[in-house]
């Protein structure tokens, strides 16, 4: 297998004119692996790569799940984030939130997300949206994805999102974190849902329990990375995605169920 550095694939973007996601994909193109991504290459082998590379993922939310799913994402080579969020970090959110540092304290957390992908993955094009989701606005922001994460923290906004994925049939990836607990779940266009789950009638007042029951940090790492792992196999065509079905983790316990929603 050939391979490339990073400096020589700096070196084809400046030479040719093209930007550094043009360059890894003219490179993969004519079977040469940039070396950053060679580890990936034995799982999702030179297609599922350029697949990855030519995608475009947005994620809702850039805190404790979203930062976790922003950072995992860039490494993996994903070609365009978008990232949407209008919070900035607060003290309460160092805990858990990876992008988030002491010295990025009611600073935007779309701005510090897109500085931090720059550091980790230039090639990556970001669009960073400082914006309130609402259903007025989220068709717009979402519309060019190949697919959509929740990295949300009330179920108001899910709905939202989950309907505008549902009419624009671009799937969503649902996951959401309380405590020592978290469920994930991935809605295909037409697939059951987020109300299949809550039901219609379902509290949308305010923020998630996490607010009350805590957010660890483990927990949102997890239910971050299986959200990625879950964008990767509906991009790359490798896996089978857990649809129609919601997966409930229970840290606490050990505990893994799975309840069908057919």
């Not at 990936?40 to 030519?54: C, D, F, S």
């Not at 994620?59 to 080579?77: D, F, K, M, W, Y």
């Not at 090639?123 to 519309?143: D, G, L, Y």
């Not at 109300?195 to 949102?220: F, H, K, R, V």
Request: proline share 2%; net charge neutral; with cysteine.
């Amino acid at each position: 297998m050939r391979v490339i550095d990073l400096q020589s694939v700096r070196l084809i973007s400046s030479k040719k004119k093209v930007t550094r996601r043009e360059a890894e994909t003219f490179c993969l193109e004519n079977n040469v692996v940039p070396i950053r991504y060679l580890r990936n290459i034995g799982t999702i082998g030179i297609e599922g790569q350029l697949k990855l590379l030519r995608s475009t993922v947005a994620v809702c939310g850039a805190g404790g799940l979203g930062g976790t799913i922003i950072e995992l994402l860039a490494r993996q080579g994903i070609g365009h984030l978008v990232i949407i969020d209008n919070d900035k970090f607060a003290e309460n959110n160092l805990n858990r939130q990876i992008i988030a540092t002491e010295s990025d304290l009611r600073k935007s957390k779309v701005k510090i997300a897109a500085a931090r992908v720059k550091k980790i993955n230039s090639a990556v094009v970001i669009s960073a949206v400082n914006k309130t989701i609402n259903s007025k606005n989220i068709k717009e922001i979402i519309m060019d994805a190949s697919v959509v994460l929740d990295g949300l923290d009330n179920l108001k906004t899910r709905r939202i999102v989950a309907r505008a994925c549902d009419e624009l049939e671009i799937p969503f990836v649902h996951g959401a974190i309380a405590g020592f607990s978290g469920e994930l779940m991935t809605i295909f266009p037409g697939d059951k849902g987020l109300n299949d789950i809550w039901g219609l009638s379902a509290d949308e007042n305010g923020c998630g329990i996490e607010t009350y029951t805590g957010n660890p940090a483990a927990t949102a790492a997890v239910i971050a990375a299986w959200e990625v792992q879950e964008a990767i196999k509906i991009i790359t065509g490798i896996g089978t995605p857990v649809r129609n079905r919601l997966i409930f983790l229970d840290f606490a316990e050990g505990t893994f169920d799975e309840i069908s929603l057919l």
